[in-house]
């Protein structure tokens, strides 16, 4: 069983990452003109925290995850008015057949391997004038997990390099804001929204 399987019952419980929701589905709102007829995929949805946030804005919203657990939990606070399709994949490796309105995704892309890769399938599952939202940390020195850093493949992301990188995949109108910055007790964790968007 992975960690957020193992982990997925509880997830919801911490502060922290109803915290880094909330801020970033403000950020999200704040950003991009979200509208009733859009359909979004959120990246790494795990529990739903963000989803469930930004669903009422929208048409509709498909949840991927790899992890079975976490997809569960997000069903589970499924109502009548917000019906939320999961999907149980890895969609770097197998895509979906549908394009999206808008892809969100928060504090996942630090957990794939590869980022340009990660980029490339948030381009190809966009419709043309598509947005992506991306939430994660700036580069940090591999602190801000206290559990450790299992299955954690990038500590933060410097922004020149992914606006960058972006770009390179076919993205434009590139930009970025502080959605949060997570205080501990050593230091500060700035997270950022990185936006863009499909031509």
């Not at 957020?4 to 999200?28: E, P, Y």
């Not at 991927?64 to 109502?79: A, F, G, I, P, R």
């Not at 801000?144 to 390099?161: I, L, Q, T």
Request: proline content about 4%.
């Amino acid at each position: 069983m992975s960690r957020f399987d193992a982990a997925a019952a509880d997830w919801d419980k911490g502060d922290l990452r109803q915290q880094i929701a909330a801020h970033t589905a403000d950020a999200v709102i704040g950003t991009i003109p979200l509208n009733d007829t859009m359909s979004l995929l959120d990246f790494g949805a795990g529990t739903g925290l963000l989803t469930y946030r930004v669903a009422p804005l929208v048409h509709s919203v498909t949840a991927v995850d790899t992890s079975e657990k976490m997809l569960e939990v997000l069903q589970s606070k499924s109502t009548p008015e917000h019906q939320i399709k999961t999907v149980c994949a890895d969609i770097t490796q197998i895509p979906l057949e549908e394009n999206f309105d808008g892809i969100i995704s928060s504090m996942a892309m630090h957990h794939v391997k590869d980022t340009e890769g990660f980029l490339k399938t948030l381009y190809e599952h966009l419709n043309p004038g598509g947005f992506i939202a991306v939430a994660d940390l700036d580069k940090e020195d591999g602190s801000f997990h206290s559990h450790g850093n299992e299955g954690v493949f990038h500590f933060g992301f410097d922004r020149e390099k992914l606006t960058e990188m972006a770009k390179k995949c076919g993205f434009t109108n590139t930009a970025f804001t502080t959605a949060l910055t997570i205080e501990k007790p050593e230091k500060s964790y700035p997270v950022f929204l990185f936006t863009a968007y499909k031509a």
